[in-house]
Nanobody
Framework: QVQLVESGGGLVQPGGSLRLSCKVS????????MGWYRQAPGNQRELVAH???????NYADSVKGRFTISRDNTKNTAYLQMNSLKPEDTATYFC????????WGQGTQVTVSS
């Protein structure tokens, strides 16, 4: 059974930084494609960034140059480094893992406000 647990969210001022972590249980992390999504109230869930099992990354235009997705296969963990945060980045951030099946974490809240 694969389970995902996100952490690292919180309240930050505009221009600040946060690093989200997604810890994955089980032994198949290295072959999973990992993604970060976000959902603000009243909006649909949207892709923020993803990283394939081989390390190829892709980003939403709104976060390019500010966010960095990475993974550490020795720790079964994916990360999202978020810099230069803006109020419009405020959302619940979800981690997703996929290969044959799709798995979601419970989400972590990120609030960017002064």
């Amino acid at each position: 059974q694969v389970q995902l647990v996100e952490s690292g969210g919180g309240l930050v001022q505009p221009g600040g930084s946060l690093r989200l972590s997604c810890k994955v249980s089980g032994s198949i992390f290295s072959i999973l494609h990992m993604g970060w999504y976000r959902q603000a109230p009243g909006n649909q869930r949207e892709l923020v960034a993803h990283i394939l099992s081989g390390g190829v990354t892709n980003y939403a235009d709104s976060v390019k140059g500010r966010f960095t997705i990475s993974r550490d296969n020795t720790k079964n963990t994916a990360y999202l480094q978020m810099n230069s945060l803006k109020p419009e980045d405020t959302a619940t951030y979800f981690c997703k893992a996929a290969r044959v099946n799709v798995y979601w974490g419970q989400g972590t809240q990120v609030t960017v406000s002064s």
